[in-house]
């Protein structure tokens, strides 16, 4: 994949080059040293030579490339000094010769390998669910450790830790780079997907920062779902997951306006949706759906997939089925309950059934269900101001955007509290 950018901003070039190419780069060096920490100190090396280089060489036309190469130099170097790894010189050398610098225009194939296989080991089986997210965040969603400290509303040196520790567990556990087979596939594959579904909601609505969105997250997320597609074409869970991301992604452009600020559903000119996303995602849940009815279980990725598609086949608002969205996640909470479906069950229920029925879903959760997340006090708002209980409703939108580290997602609930208070 060529990275192209501005020469003009060699510093703009160097961090769109890291966001399209990191993935890719520690995926490849990781196949090339089998070992994840070096890995990614290396990838890191390339990075910081670009910074130092670029503003003054210019940016190479294949950014990816050069990164590639400065890369692959700098293992070499390192398996020169480091006496225990002298015995894999060889080896090394001769994947130098044939493997370790792949032309990324021709290889594509295998390149998007060593992403998948990064994936598989993030999620290896050694790693506790929070260290999988924390290091496929890191090295297959390229976040930084604050942005991962935030989206688990934990500190920076939390994270540091368990991304280190993970990254220690996978040496001890010397584990393979190869993707797994056989009962190994199966049980990961739920974790991956879990972990896939985790990065694509961080690009959908970032959980802090400035923006309300970050697309190239989405895009990756989404990307990699399609990857594992290809790896299990008759799994109707890895359907739903394509199905549900590529609807969801769909709506991206319209979820800010010109001016970047945050649009809400309802309000989205939905001609800006992605039609061709819509159509990939329609024809991967129909393939789920063809799967099911051959009596293949589905779960919950193929019933959130099935939500989204309500959104997707609606022309207008006014068009969309909330009664068979109500009912669609009455299922889903049967499937997998849990506060942040009940919220969303709430919504819908509100929508189809009038707003005190949807109040009547919400209060029934426990106050602290969320812990200090702002989209209880949201969603109450919203549907307070349905009912037309403004001066709770603004109470309920201040509350919220008290809770929110997004500045998008606050202006727009501070927006709302006002409106609210002016009746």
Known sequence: ???TTSADDPGAAVVAAWRAESARLVGALTRMTRDVGLAEDLAQDALLAALEQWPTTGVPENAAAWLMTVARRRAVDHVRRAEVLRRKLDALGRAGEEQVVPDLETQVDHIEDDVLRLLF??????????????????LVGGLSTAEIARGFLTSESTVAQRISRAKRTL??????????????HTARLDDVMAVVYLVFNEGYAATAGDDWTRPDLAHEATRLA???VTLAPDEPEVLGLQALLELQGSRLAARVDAEGRPVLLEDQDRTRWD????????????????LAARGVPVGTYVLQASIAAEHARAARPEDTRWRRIASLYDVLAGAAP???????RAVAHGRAHGADAGLAVLDALAPDAL??????????GDLLERAGRHDQAAAAFTQAASRSTNAGERSVLLRRAEDNRRG
Request: proline share 10%; hydrophobic share 45%.
């Open 121 to 138: 080991l993030s999620c290896h089986p050694a790693l506790t669910p929070p260290s999988r997210a924390a290091l496929t965040l890191r």
């Open 226 to 228: 399609r990857l594992l």
């Open 275 to 290: 039609a061709v996303q819509v159509r990939r995602g329609l024809a991967a849940l129909a393939r789920a759906e063809e």
């Open 338 to 344: 849990g506060p942040v479906v009940e919220v969303n």
């Open 1 to 3: 994949m060529t990275t």
């Open 371 to 380: 812990g200090a997340s702002p989209l209880v006090p949201s969603v109450r």
């Open 171 to 184: 040496a001890d556990a010397r584990a393979g780079f190869e993707l797994p087979t056989g009962a190994e």
